[in-house]
Each structure stands twice: as structure tokens, then as C-alpha cells.
């Protein structure tokens, strides 16, 4: 879990390095789905019973929100790149 939720603050960080806004919707996109990722492993955790559910769904509504972000600003992006 901890290495999927770096992945979503990494891929940003790489995408927005590159410069171009192609790369930055392609890398947004692996961090959309890093944030899918952190969701699964959340569901592994609470079958394990490493967390509760209170804390599964805090955890869970965090990373809901943090793809919808996601999603909202590579949708912003991809009509920015086709108006230019």
C-alpha cells in the first residue's frame, strides 16, 4: 500500500516534469490507477483485520477523492490540448 501511494504522488511529479501535456494525462492516468491500486490493498488489509472498518473508510473515501481529482484535472487537460 505504501509503494501504490507513492506511485500516485511520483507519477504526477514525473508527468508534469516531462513538460508536454500528453505526457502529463499519460502519467496522471498511472496515478489514477496507483490510487485504484491503494483501494484493492485496503480491501486485502481489512480482510486481514490489519484495519478497521472506521479507518478502511476514511482511508477508502481519501483515495476515492484523490482519483476524482485526478480524473477531473486530466479531463481539463485533454480539452485544454485539443482547444490549442
Partial sequence: ???????????IA??????????MIRFL????RSCSEVQ?????ALDCK???QSKFDDVYELASECRK???GFRKYLRNYD???
Fill in 29 to 32: 492516468g498511472y496515478s489514477q
Fill in 14 to 23: 514525473e508527468g508534469f516534469d516531462d513538460g508536454s501535456t500528453r505526457e
Fill in 69 to 71: 481529482q485526478i480524473k
Fill in 1 to 11: 500500500m505504501w509503494r501504490a501511494a507513492g506511485s500516485v504522488m511520483d507519477n
Fill in 82 to 84: 485539443s482547444s490549442n
Fill in 50 to 52: 490489519y484495519i478497521t
Fill in 40 to 44: 484493492s490493498q485496503l480491501y486485502r
